[in-house]
């Protein structure tokens, strides 16, 4: 691959290829790793350059004020690149800004970011400096044109030798892939394979290679990675022990001096941690159910998980610690039981007793749809022909099942149009008949691989999502346990809503159709019955020939009928969506809802959905009763006769549930509904999508009869389960009828470091000058503690509004505004707070939780508005109904507990000291609001108008510095 390419990068006043202009255009000619030449030049725009891209990098008016304009600089670009390829990050923008200034450019583009995903599947991000990282290319600080195009260079030398490292015939497949996805990449992909063949006819260097010579097999690729029987770990047995918890001895190790401190890394003993500590010591030791409301920097993850290993190992019986987050899930698995492990090594040189406590296993453990399917993959492989859209995923796949042990999708930058294709090939509920499946039989399997290692594991590490459908799968996903850890434990009821409930998209229903039958433009058959159709064709068993006679006969019908279901399913979901927009019409920004009520339900244009259903339903049953006859007839192939009878078996299988469970599932929303459960359609208003949702109308009974009481130990905690200083709504909601309660209060001097603001001046949201309240006083109030701000929302819409208001007279005082789904992912937005303080980020929904930032950067916290549920939400609105006085039994207790989660996103460290600021003046109004105060650690309360705010907390900030100086 000894050809010459050119790298390119270029700066510009934003993103808009019509209306921004470019600033910069830096280029490196190249061979291999010898540079031929360099170009760059400034560019001086027609307009200004927006503050937040001088803030960015570095380049101001001053700059450029001699630079030379574009229609100069474009030949000289043009000379320079020629025809070589054009290599850079994302280089589509750059081609796009270059035609939109005049210069159209028809080299090929090799994406470095691209490329990267297929290659290098388990990066954190793809960002230049991230990939640079993992090839360990150094990256200058500064975000300038050249710096970029020379960082850009030795990433796709890097990758480049990544590439080389894979068999001829992998690098064949992936070509392919590309060709059909419509990637420039495929010329490349072509390349490294002629070379590589040209080195010794087969490929070198990766394990299937390796494992090819040693075997004799001719043919590259994953699949050699899958041949061989897989040892299966030794499961975890009861040791036969009673032993309680030393609790005496815990609190030995937590002392000033003690073990802990000598060993755990950034140990500080705190009394609020020891009294977490002692009351899940005694949950194990005692038995019950335990509510433990840890406040922020109590440090309640070593509080749990040093019981719960000593119980663990001394026991021999597992406990399993559920999280909602990934990021918590992660932070247990990957950082604190790892800490915790060292330490525990370290203390059992002078206490030998602790070495077998020391060598604890702990297992990570995710949902079906998180692990690739090798028999769904594989039978994927076989299909004719592949959608453009598909095969950038299959492409990410070819290489990453050479790497991973796991299967597991987190492993993979995925776009949400990846996702969704994700799902074909996952593990899903009722996909899997394990006896039948070859690779379950050789413990290949990802997802009976990550089961196997938590059978002999003391600690799992779960999520809710996944501990929920162990319950509902009547605990059949998760080894046997009776010790029970649940962290944020407030999200619980909202999970347990989701997993109980479901939802079904047009997109669902079509992917069920092509699943079962397809032809393609060329006559090719596909789906599980053209699967079938080709294994029975040509076969020489007798009982095959006589399926394949049967069944020739049927396929054009069954062809002609899925065709037309699919247009009846497209017209079904089209008729749903009209019939929301005539009810929802203007109420929603982003997705419309509408509840299925009685009332509803006797809507005359409600008929015409139900024939619609009808035909759509009459139709899927003709396909499964096929599915049902084909399976029947199937059983009496014998696996020595043909050996893909247990795949098309499994495959038959899981379509006809999956068939019965869409038909029963519908039905019961259209026209069959249960009273204990909510019904509900949304209407995408960006695409048009809808989708047919239900959830139960109770969840607390569920989980106390099939989660809690069959558990002898249950630990759940979080940062927010009180309202008011009481249990009673999250033990009401989650139908915990007893438990032993303990609230530990946050170790942080609250008072001392948190100034809370509540502004009684803003009209009340809904009245006249709200918002252009809440936006004169953010622009004041930004200006004065220049940035280090978040400021969060309860919509999109007022998120928007508000960022158009402020942008302009705050970026014209140096201060940079950011905004969620605007200006990048939460994690760039954070990240670039971060690093550039001076910032106002203004985020909705996940940015209330979840969110730790340490230090300055985030030193002023703005809550435009109390969190209160959308009345009109579904799930909402229904069990709103169940109260005699749904807005102080369940509004406010709901709203509370959001508050509290706000709130905690401000001081997340002993040293941190900041204001938060309410504009919502119901705190002090209405009778209500002092439950939103005192459900808050004691903090500086001070109520008054805009107009003080900031003095109020430049004075407060500033007495930070004051004493961090002293």
């Known amino acids: 691959m000894s050809g010459i390419y050119v790298a390119l990068d270029l700066e510009a006043t934003g993103m808009d290829p019509e209306r921004d202009e470019i600033i910069e255009i830096a280029a490196i000619k190249f061979r291999n790793d010898r540079v031929l030449d360099r170009w760059e030049s400034l560019v001086r725009p027609r307009g200004p350059i927006p503050f937040n891209i001088t803030s960015l990098t570095g380049i101001g008016a001053k700059d450029v004020r001699r630079a030379p304009i574009f229609p100069v600089v474009a030949p000289r670009l043009r000379d ?57 290319v150094s990256v200058p600080h500064q975000h300038r044109a050249m710096a970029d195009v020379e960082t850009t260079m030795a990433v796709f030398l890097g990758l480049q030798d990544i590439l080389l490292s894979h068999d001829a015939e992998t690098l064949a497949r992936l070509a392919e892939l590309a060709r059909v996805a419509g990637s420039p990449l495929a010329r490349l992909f072509a390349e490294a394979r002629r070379e590589v063949a040209s080195l010794d006819g087969m490929g070198h260097g990766t394990i299937a290679a390796q494992l090819m010579a040693k075997t004799g097999m001719s043919r590259g690729g994953p699949e050699v990675l899958f041949l061989f029987q897989r040892d299966r770990p030794q499961r975890l047995e009861p040791t036969g022990s009673d032993e309680p918890i030393d609790v005496e001895a815990l609190r030995a190790w937590t002392e000033p001096g003690g073990a802990l401190a000598q060993t755990f890394p950034g140990y500080e003993p705190r009394p609020q941690q020891v009294a977490m500590l002692e009351a899940v010591a005694e949950g194990f030791n005692q038995g019950g159910t335990y509510l433990i409301e840890a406040g922020t920097g109590t440090g309640k993850s070593l509080a749990y998980l040093l019981p719960a290993i000593l119980h663990a190992v001394t026991r021999g019986e597992p406990v399993v610690i559920s999280t909602n ?35 604890f296993e702990a297992a990570l453990l995710k949902g079906r749809s998180n692990y690739l399917c090798l028999r769904r993959w594989f039978l994927a492989q076989r299909e004719p022909s592949v959608s453009p859209e598909r095969a950038t ?59 196997h290692k938590a059978e002999s594991a003391h600690v799992i590490v779960v999520n809710h999502a996944l501990l929920l459908s162990d319950m509902l799968a009547a605990n059949n996903v998760l080894p046997p346990y009776r010790h029970l850890i ?35 433009d060329d006559g090719a058959l596909g789906g599980a019955l053209g699967g079938l159709w080709s294994v029975v064709a040509n ?7 006589e399926i394949a006679a049967s069944l020739q006969p049927q396929l054009d019908g069954l062809v002609r009928t899925a065709r037309e279901v699919s247009d009846e399913i497209e017209r079904f979901f089209h008729a749903l969506g009209d ?41 899927l049953r003709e396909i499964v009763a096929v599915l049902v006859w084909a399976a029947g007839e199937w059983e009496g192939i014998s696996e020595e006769e043909i050996p893909e009878r247990d795949e098309v078996a499994t495959e038959l299988e899981v379509l006809i549930r999956t068939g019965h469970e869409l038909i029963e599932r519908v039905l019961g929303a259209i026209a069959n509904p249960s009273p204990d459960t909510i019904y509900w359609l949304t209407r995408n208003v960006a695409n048009g999508d809808v989708a047919i949702s239900a959830a139960p109308l109770h969840v607390g009974d569920v989980l106390r009869e099939h989660l809690f009481d069959r558990c002898r130990t249950t630990v759940l905690t979080s940062a927010t389960l009180t309202t008011d200083g009481s249990f009673d709504y999250v033990r009401q909601r989650l139908g915990i009828e007893e438990a032993n309660e303990l609230q530990v209060p946050s170790p942080f001097d609250y008072p001392a470091t948190t100034l809370l603001y509540l502004a009684d001046d803003v009209p009340e949201p809904g009245q006249p000058g709200h918002q252009r309240h809440v936006q004169e006083a953010l622009i004041d109030l930004c200006k004065a503690t220049r940035g280090r701000a978040m400021v969060l929302f309860t919509s999109h819409s007022a998120l928007q509004t508000t960022y158009r208001a402020i942008k302009r007279p705050l970026e014209a005082e140096g201060i940079l505004v950011l905004a ?99 504009l919502d003046r119901r705190t002090v109004s209405r009778r209500y609001g002092s439950s939103f105060v005192r459900s808050l650690p004691d903090c500086t309360v001070v109520v008054g108008p805009t107009s003080e705010l900031p003095a109020r907390a430049t004075e407060w900030l500033q007495a930070r510095s004051a004493s961090a100086s002293v």
Request: proline share 5%.
């Open 579 to 619: 019939f929301v927009e005539r009810y929802q019409a203007g109420q929603s920004e982003h997705d419309r809802r509408l509840r299925l009520t009685d009332a509803v339900r006797h809507d005359p244009g409600w008929s015409t959905i139900e024939v619609s259903w009808d035909q759509v339903a009459g139709r």
């Open 820 to 918: 969620q789904r605007m200006d990048g992912s939460p994690r760039q937005l954070i990240d670039r707070l971060k690093s550039h303080p001076e910032t106002v980020l203004l985020g909705t929904n996940s940015f209330w939780e979840g969110v730790d930032i340490v230090g300055d950067a985030l030193s002023l916290l703005v809550i435009t508005r109390l969190p209160f549920s959308v009345p009109s939400d579904p799930v909402f609105a229904a069990r709103s109904e169940l109260f005699d006085d749904p807005f102080n039994a369940y509004a406010i207790p709901q709203a509370v507990l959001r508050f509290k989660q706000g709130f905690g996103r401000l001081i997340r460290s002993s040293t941190d000291r900041g204001v938060c600021v309410v």
């Open 325 to 359: 987050t990934i990021a918590l899930q992660d932070q247990l698995f990957r950082k604190d039981l790892p800490d915790l492990r060292r330490a525990l090594k370290e203390m059992a040189r002078t206490q030998p007793e602790l070495e077998r406590v020391a060598s």
């Open 486 to 520: 649940i962290d944020e434990a407030h999200n619980l009821e909202d999970e347990a809503t989701t997993q109980l409930g479901f939802s079904i998209s047009r997109h669902r229903v079509l992917d069920f159709v092509s699943r079962c039958v397809t032809r393609d």
């Open 80 to 136: 320079f690149v020629r025809n070589h390829p054009i290599v850079g990050q994302s280089p589509e923008f750059d081609i796009q800004m270059l035609a939109g200034a005049g210069l159209r450019l028809q080299n090929p583009l090799y994406d470095t970011f691209q490329l990267a995903t297929i290659l290098i599947p388990d990066l954190p991000a793809y960002n230049l400096a991230t990939i640079a990282a993992r090839l360990g």
């Open 393 to 451: 995923l299959y492409a990410k796949i070819l290489t990453w099942l050479q790497q991973t042990e796991t299967g597991d999708r987190a492993e993979l930058h995925l776009s949400p149009e990846e996702q969704v294709y994700w799902l074909a090939l996952a593990e899903e509920e009722g996909s899997c008949v394990p006896g039948r499946c070859i690779f379950h039989r050789r413990n290949q399997c990802f997802l009976y691989r990550a089961r």
């Open 539 to 545: 076969a020489r068993v007798p009982l095959a020939r």
